[in-house]
């Protein structure tokens, strides 16, 4: 059974920082890409940053410098240090498990990202 578990989520002011992990099982992560994405209320869900299995790295407009997307393969976790977090940041954060040959994907439960003062 495949599961992604996000944690790190919570409550940061403006200016903070905050690291999201995602653990994943049931899959052979090291040939995944892994992304997350995010969604605020009443929005669609959007790419923050994706790495390939071979470490690329991509990101959204909105969170370059400031976001850094990383990965451990043998810890079969991907991570998010967020820093100079804006109160636009906030939203529920997922973690996505790609794969393209064949076709396969996963998504976590998601978890709450909060930018308030």
């Known amino acids: 059974q495949v599961q992604l578990v996000e944690s790190g989520g919570g409550l940061v002011q403006p200016g903070g920082s905050l690291r999201l992990s995602c653990a994943a099982s049931?899959?052979?992560?090291?040939?995944?890409?892994m992304g997350w994405y995010r969604q605020a209320p009443g929005k669609q869900r959007d790419l923050v940053a994706i790495?390939?299995?071979?470490?690329?790295?991509n990101y959204a407009d909105s969170v370059k410098g400031r976001f850094t997307i990383s990965r451990d393969n043998a810890k079969n976790t991907v991570y998010l240090q967020m820093n100079s977090l804006k109160l636009e940041d906030t939203a529920v954060y997922y973690c996505?498990?790609?794969?393209?040959?064949?076709?396969?994907?996963?998504w976590g439960q998601g978890t709450q990202v909060t930018v308030s003062s």
């Open positions: 790495i390939t299995s071979g470490g690329t790295t």
């Open positions: 996505k498990a790609d794969r393209k040959v064949p076709m396969r994907n996963y």
């Open positions: 049931g899959i052979i992560f090291s040939t995944y890409a």
